[in-house]
T-cell receptor
């Protein structure tokens, strides 16, 4: 168990809908990273938050947004969902703002858009 | 050209074999090099990381980085069926971490 908790584990929704994925980082970790993993794209970095502030942005679509709350949990919001958004979404946490060498991953949320 | 290239496999070996997994990269700014193991339907698990060039050993696992060739390797000695998983290399330079596509490894008993 990595100590990173993601909910829900599975999500099935229809195209055009909006969903929220939740991540609770390891105790004491200030950084939260969101990744998307699909069969054809591998693990793609979406966005990082550090202590409530956006720190780095990757290949995140404008339909997607994230935030980190004062208690350090984070939410990833996906809207106007398309079939191609079906993927595993992982959250990782780390104590550091720049160093990802000690990033620990949650078990992921499997999103299926039908 | 992708920043990180990794052969997706699958790679199938008999139990006890030495496994060699590799990645190449193009961005010379990468300074940290990581290897993750991912079991089916699970999150990636950090195996080991190396800073800059050189070797690092942890039990049956050895990570090797050759920055001059932009080539990193993970060796698994005495491979076990429990090592069957997807192995992802990852590279980091400042804010940016890039993952390889992952190599699927099967160790047959």
């Amino acid at each position: 168990d990595s100590g990173v908790t993601q909910t829900p584990k599975h999500l099935i929704t229809a195209t055009g809908q909006r969903v929220t994925l939740r991540c609770s980082p390891r105790s004491g970790d200030l950084s939260v990273y969101w990744y998307q993993q699909s069969l054809d794209q591998g693990l793609q970095f979406l966005i990082q938050y550090y202590n409530g502030e956006e720190r780095a942005k990757g290949n995140i679509l404008e339909r997607f947004s994230a935030q980190q709350f004062p208690d350090l949990h984070s939410e990833l919001n996906l809207s106007s969902l398309e079939l191609g958004d079906s993927a595993l979404y992982f959250c990782a946490s780390s104590p550091y703002s720049e160093d990802t060498t000690e990033a620990f991953f949650g078990q992921g949320t499997r999103l299926t858009v039908v | 050209q992708k920043e990180v290239e990794q052969d997706p496999g699958p790679l199938s070996v008999p139990e006890g074999a030495i496994v060699s997994l590799n990645c190449t990269y193009s961005n010379s700014a990468f300074q940290y090099f990581m290897w993750y193991r991912q079991y089916s339907r699970k999150g990636p698990e950090l195996l080991m990381y190396t800073y800059s060039s050189g070797n690092k050993e942890d039990g049956r696992f050895t990570a090797q980085v050759d920055k001059s060739s932009k080539y990193i390797s993970l060796f698994i000695r005495d491979s076990q069926p429990s090592d069957s998983a997807t192995y992802l290399c990852a590279m980091s330079g400042g804010f940016k971490t890039i993952f390889g596509a992952g190599t699927r490894l099967f160790v047959k008993a």
